[in-house]
């Protein structure tokens, strides 16, 4: 059921034209963390291995995480992607785009950051281990 909502959520069009090239499913998607963590922290996160290349800080690339379970104002099944950019050797990252899709399709958010404020890494937080997780390379769990 996790999977389908996953591969779902991924291959679902964009809503908004701010939107498009944030949401784009094709790529690489790979799973970042083991199902058992994914159910303790409740996200499926994916690093669109495709999506990696020099830019930003120094690495750049989309990131798609979707909610095992309601969080805030998110319901369940909402995927969030974001562009993101960090500079392994410095430990600084930065988002430059995020876009929050609901189950059915529609946008519940998005922004575009024209400067983002790079900000030091916190190897040992979920988010932390992600960016770890693209320093280190992407590899297929």
């Not at 679902?12 to 303790?40: H, I, M, S, Y």
């Not at 995020?98 to 024209?114: D, E, F, H, M, R």
Request: proline fraction near 4%; aromatic fraction near 8%.
């Amino acid at each position: 059921m996790r999977r389908a909502l996953l591969l779902a959520a991924l291959a679902a069009a964009p809503a908004t034209a701010a939107t498009v090239e944030l949401t784009v499913a094709t790529g690489q998607w790979v799973q970042v963390f083991p199902n058992d963590v994914e159910r303790a922290t409740g996200r499926s996160v994916r690093v669109d291995a495709a999506s990696v290349a020099a830019g930003g800080l120094g690495v750049q690339f989309r990131q798609a995480a979707v909610l095992l379970r309601a969080e805030g104002s998110y319901p369940y099944g909402t995927t969030i992607y974001a562009l993101r950019s960090v500079n392994c050797a410095a430990g600084l990252q930065a988002t430059y785009q995020w876009s929050a899709v609901g189950p059915s399709g529609a946008v519940l958010g998005t922004q575009t950051i024209a400067s983002p404020t790079a900000q030091q890494i916190h190897w040992d937080t979920q988010d932390g281990k992600v960016l770890k997780f693209v320093c280190q390379g992407i590899l297929p769990r």
